[in-house]
Antibody, heavy 118, light 109 residues
Framework: QITLKESGPTLVKPTQTLTLTCTFS??????????VGWIRQPPGKALEWLAL???????RYSPSLKSRLTITKDTSKNQVVLTMTNMDPVDTATYYC??????????WGQGTTVTVSS | QTVVTQEPSLTVSPGGTVTLTCASS?????????PNWFQQKPGQAPRTLIY???NIHSWTPARFSGSLLGGKAALTLSGVQPEDEADYYC?????????FGGGTKLTVL
């Protein structure tokens, strides 16, 4: 059974860097074609795709946020980490990580809510 | 910047059929965009229904189907149930990056 769980701070101040961790089980990121992605959703708004990382360390980013995002993995810990720099109140959102295989984001974590406020 | 457009809202009667669409600002949506469809109910994480245009998951109810229609990706619900009331999002692949649509709020009334 594939599961993912997001963790990180619930509150960050403007201009700070956000670091979120996705801890997963039930699959190996070393498997061909498997990746872990990050998606966010501001309150009452649409989903926004952020980034993706494959087992071979290939990384993909949203063009609009690429300059602020870094995605990394720790295969031994079954974790994927997303950092977002220069946080702003508009970045307040629920952040999800998801398992990706065969062009499907098929299993999602429960999400973690991040508020950006001074 | 690439924009993916969905109907903001649709209403359907129980037992009816409704089609949601997903358009790309870059032109016609083809199978190469690997359209995904997600359902999200209030307070819940999204749940994937369809991937790669028309492929279903083991948990996808049979009344949900995906296709390409008139240059758009489409999600059709046949025999709509009250529990299908939710937000629906499409997701398109742009050669490495993915872009979500703005979502469709489906009301069953």
């Amino acid at each position: 059974q594939i599961t993912l769980k997001e963790s990180g701070p619930t509150l960050v101040k403007p201009t700070q860097t956000l670091t979120l961790t996705c801890t997963f089980s039930g699959f190996s990121l070393s498997t061909s074609g498997v990746a872990v992605g990050w998606i966010r959703q501001p309150p009452g708004k649409a989903l926004e795709w952020l980034a993706l990382i494959y087992g071979n360390d290939d990384k993909r980013y949203s063009p609009s946020l690429k300059s602020r995002l870094t995605i990394t993995k720790d295969t031994s810990k079954n974790q994927v980490v997303l950092t977002m720099t220069n946080m702003d109140p508009v970045d307040t959102a629920t952040y999800y990580c998801a398992h990706r295989r065969d062009y499907s984001m098929d299993v999602w974590g429960q999400g973690t809510t991040v508020t950006v406020s001074s | 910047q690439t924009v993916v457009t969905q109907e903001p809202s649709l209403t359907v009667s129980p037992g009816g059929t409704v089609t949601l669409t997903c358009a790309s600002s870059t032109g016609a949506v083809t199978s190469g965009y690997y359209p995904n469809w997600f359902q999200q109910k209030p307070g819940q994480a999204p749940r994937t229904l369809i991937y790669s245009t028309s492929n279903i998951h083991s948990w996808t109810p049979a009344r949900f189907s995906g296709s390409l229609l008139g240059g758009k990706a489409a999600l059709t619900l046949s025999g709509v149930q009250p529990e299908d009331e939710a937000d629906y999002y499409c997701l398109l692949y742009y050669g490495g990056a993915w872009v979500f649509g703005g979502g469709t709020k489906l009301t069953v009334l």
